[in-house]
């Protein structure tokens, strides 16, 4: 990967400029940065390898070169899609489910809100920041970082969930540029449809572990668990608890875990 070949590969795509490092802390940082310099909407940053990349919950993520897509897209939300925020995180779990099906015929799964999985493994993880100036959004960057080779695989020990590569998935090599393209292109066709009911039913159709029971825990909170039945229009997980009763727990600093 370098910047030339990245050039070929984006082509045609509304990107209007990208930066390409072979090695950086975090293409998310890079992106903020980007964002208060003005970049404008589609700007992308790709890198080979993150020595300081970032997950959710303050975790870290690790990129090592050569085996895995680690990449921040800027993206300047317009009226409509200031109502439905919070769906850039699921936004870009449906790209990558998207790409993954029709690029390489894999059936992957969105563990809620944005994890994706593959065998039940989670092989990509999506990282949404917005840079707010007082009370104006500035804009919204969807960090994405999937795992293709199997040595982009953390070991096991270092793990709070099991974790795949989309070459394991897939048993054969996978070229990371073109698979970079699919995301991107899904990306930008599903953004213009995130107030749709299809966009809704995409992301539910692929919901992991339905009928399954799950613990959800919340920072300072009761853990719930239950079955999981369904996500709500507002993006809400449902889930049917050991009476019967159904509960919506809404995105935010909630943990979902599959119960033994
Ligand atoms: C998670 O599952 O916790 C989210 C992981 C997000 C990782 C990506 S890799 C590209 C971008 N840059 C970062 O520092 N993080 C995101």
Redesign the pocket.
């Known amino acids: 990967m370098n910047a030339q070949s990245l050039e070929n590969v984006l082509a045609g795509l509304p990107i209007p400029h990208f930066r390409y490092f072979d090695t950086i ?5 890079e992106a903020l940065r980007w964002v208060a310099e003005g970049a404008e909407d589609g700007c992308l940053v790709v ?1 080979d390898q ?1 020595t ?6 303050q ?1 870290r ?1 690790v ?1 090592r070169p050569g085996c895995a897509l ?3 897209l800027i993206l300047h939300p317009i009226k409509e899609e200031m109502n439905h925020i919070g769906f850039f995180s699921p936004l870009g779990a449906l790209a990558i489910s998207q790409a993954l099906e029709d690029a390489l015929g894999l059936a992957p799964q969105i563990k809620w809100p ?2 994706v999985l593959l065998d039940r493994q ?1 092989a ?4 949404v920041e917005a840079a707010w100036l007082g009370e104006v959004l500035q804009g919204v960057v969807i ?3 999937v795992n293709i080779a199997p040595e982009a695989v953390p070991p096991a020990d270092e793990l709070l969930f099991p974790a795949t590569s989309v070459e394991e998935a897939a048993k054969r090599t996978v070229d990371r540029e073109t698979l970079l393209r699919s995301i991107l292109q899904a990306l930008f066709a599903w953004r213009s449809q995130i107030s749709s009911e299809s966009f809704h039913q995409a992301w539910e159709q692929r919901l992991a572990f339905q009928n399954e029971w799950v613990r959800i825990e919340e920072a300072g909170g009761e853990p719930i668990t239950g079955q999981v039945v369904g996500i709500d229009t507002q993006g809400s997980l449902i889930i049917k608890n050991a009476t019967g009763k159904t509960v919506a727990v809404a995105v935010g600093d909630v943990h979902l875990r599959l119960m033994e």
């Open positions: 802390g975090s293409t998310n940082d890198a993150q300081q990349g970032r997950g959710r919950f975790r993520w990129t680690a990449f921040s944005n994890d989670k990509a993880g999506i990282l960090g994405i970082g």
